[in-house]
């Protein structure tokens, strides 16, 4: 089934919407519009599903719910450290976007470097091999670094998990990034602090000054953030209640941390985090759920929201140019 730009594998559509009764799908923003379409070709084949409306950033977004007893998450690959932890279980079906790798060819006037880190997204993962064969063509040395318990492919990154790319770090001058969009390769760069080029094969555009330059801004921003949290003395620190984003180990670690700092500190449990938080009593908040929200999120929000790491700098736990991207590994 084609979904735009996407490419779903029908059968094992059919296959996993077979192993329940009572069905839902989900699936992230982009693919929505197609919602009652993929719900017309289930009924065509007998299934009767309905849709989960709620948000779908990835396969950390999910919350126990009745009544249904399989979801099926069109367009992410999943998590497998949380495969038993789904309720009611949830079966992935990846969308992909197939592209002729030799479209990677456009990223070789920005890559004057010879050692390359390759990453990727799931819509374009699957092509990864097929890329690292043709720059080795063009004789670069290419590295594709080994998965985390949180994604499926190695050379994947998430928003928030970038453990392939860590690891091959040391050996690379710079990362290609191949899929869309710049969340991810500018938090790339500021998670590996080296540049990256990123190259979107739907329709071959490549960017890599844009990248450090809106790296460059976000980390100005958060400097602002911490600054203005300083004088704080209640906190507000918040934990997800979606699986894949729940961190209570570290919630205690923080809570610790500001009583031992002098501070009033208090547990908030969110779903979805937003522009409430400004009308709440609290002088600042550290976020543990999703690490983008503080980041991406920063102009909804009148009163600053840390990640734990930058909290660690506010109190002096951490220098400033240790300064390190949030992550869920
Ligand atoms: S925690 Fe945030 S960045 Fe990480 S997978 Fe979930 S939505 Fe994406």
Known sequence: MKLKYYEIDEKKLLEAAKNGKKIAIKMPEGLQPYAAEIMKFLK???????????????????????????????????????????SPPVTFIEAFYHFNAEIVGKAIPFLEESRIGLVSITPFIHKINECKKYLEGKGYEVFIGRKSR??????QILGCDFTPAMEIAGNVDVFLFIGDGMFHPVALFIATKRPVVALNPIGGGVLRKEITDAAAKIVKQRYVAIAKAMDGKRVGIIMAEKIGQRRPRLVNELKKMAEKAGMEAYL??????DDRLNYLDFDFYISTACPRVAIDDAAKFKKPVLTPIEFQIMINERQWEDYEFDQIV
């Open 150 to 155: 949180r994604m499926k492919y190695n050379g």
């Open 268 to 273: 908030i449990i969110a779903d979805e985090i």
């Open 44 to 86: 065509r084949n007998g299934i009767d599903a309905s849709f989960l409306a709620d948000s779908c950033y990835g396969a950390c977004d999910f919350k126990r719910i009745e009544g249904i007893d399989r979801i099926i998450c069109i367009g992410e690959a999943e998590m497998p450290y949380l495969r038993k932890k789904y």
